[in-house]
C-alpha cells in the first residue's frame, strides 16, 4: 500500500527566505507526483505536476523535483513571501493496478510566511 | 475556463435532514470525483463518475448518495448523517480516467451536521 509522508509537518520563515518541503512515498511506482496548495477551509490548487519520466518542473518562484527511484520530490520556495502561506499537499498517482485512478495524499506541510 | 465550482460554500443540517451538494464544470471532462476532507487530514476518495456512470465506490456509507445528471454537473445527496460526517467535501474533474488526466479540485462545501 502507497504510503506519502510529508516533512515537516509545520514550518515557519520570515519573509524572503527560500524554502524547501520535502514528500517521499513508498512504492515507487508511480505514474505522476503533483503539488497542491490549500489555504484554510479551502479546496486545492495544483501548483505543479511532475510526470515520472521527468527530473523537474518549474513555475515561477516554485520548483518541484522528483527522484522516483529513492521516492522522494522536494517543493522549492524561491525568496517567500507572506501570501505564500497555506497548507502544501503532495499527491501520488499510482501508475499501474486497478487504482491507478486514485490519488494518495500526504497530510500536508503547513507553511507560515512572517512579514 | 478551468474551474470547478461548488454549491453551497457552507452548510449545517441536522441529522434528520436530507440536503444536496452540487459540483458543476464546464471544461468538457468526462470524469468527475467527489472527496471527504477532515480537518488536518489529506482528502480521501468517495466517489469517482465517469462518462455519467458511476465506476468506484469507496465503500461510503449509503447516507451518502451521489448523483451526475449530466457530463457537466455531480450531485452529492445527504440523508440521516451523523456528527462525525462534518467535513470539507471537495468535488474535482479531470478529462478522463487516464492516468495522464489531471484533476481539478472545487472549493469545497464545508458541511456541518448539529
Known amino acids: 500500500k502507497q504510503e506519502v509522508t510529508q516533512i515537516p509537518a509545520a514550518l515557519s520563515v520570515p519573509e524572503g527566505e527560500n524554502l524547501v518541503l520535502n514528500c517521499s512515498f513508498t512504492?515507487?511506482?508511480?505514474?505522476?507526483l503533483q503539488w497542491f496548495r490549500q489555504d484554510p477551509g479551502k479546496g486545492l490548487t495544483s501548483l505543479l505536476l511532475?510526470?515520472?519520466?521527468?527530473r523537474e518542473q518549474t513555475s515561477g518562484r516554485l520548483n518541484a523535483s522528483l527522484d522516483k527511484s529513492s521516492g522522494r520530490s522536494t517543493l522549492y520556495i524561491a525568496a517567500s513571501q507572506p501570501g505564500d502561506s497555506a497548507t502544501y499537499l503532495c499527491?501520488?498517482?499510482?501508475?499501474?493496478?486497478?487504482?491507478?485512478?486514485?490519488?494518495?495524499f500526504g497530510k500536508g506541510t503547513l507553511l507560515t510566511v512572517n512579514p | 475556463d478551468t474551474e470547478v465550482t461548488q454549491t453551497p460554500k457552507h452548510l449545517v443540517m441536522g441529522m434528520t435532514n436530507k440536503k444536496s451538494l452540487k459540483c458543476e464544470q464546464h471544461?468538457?471532462?468526462?470524469?468527475m470525483y467527489w472527496y471527504k476532507q477532515k480537518a488536518k487530514k489529506p482528502p480521501e476518495l468517495m466517489f469517482v463518475?465517469?462518462?455519467?456512470?458511476?465506476?468506484i465506490n469507496e465503500s461510503v456509507p449509503s447516507r451518502f448518495s451521489p448523483e451526475c445528471p449530466n457530463s457537466s454537473l455531480l450531485n452529492l445527496h445527504l440523508h440521516a448523517l451523523q456528527p462525525e460526517d462534518s467535513a470539507l467535501y471537495l468535488c474535482?474533474?479531470?478529462?478522463?480516467?487516464?492516468?495522464?488526466?489531471?484533476?481539478?479540485f472545487g472549493p469545497g462545501t464545508r458541511l456541518t451536521v448539529t
Open positions: 512504492d515507487s511506482a508511480i505514474y505522476n
Open positions: 474535482a474533474s479531470s478529462q478522463g480516467q487516464r492516468l495522464a488526466d489531471e484533476q481539478y
Open positions: 511532475i510526470q515520472s519520466s521527468q
Open positions: 471544461m468538457g471532462h468526462r470524469a
Open positions: 499527491a501520488v498517482r499510482p501508475g499501474s493496478g486497478g487504482s491507478n485512478y486514485k490519488l494518495t
Open positions: 463518475y465517469s462518462y455519467e456512470k458511476l465506476s
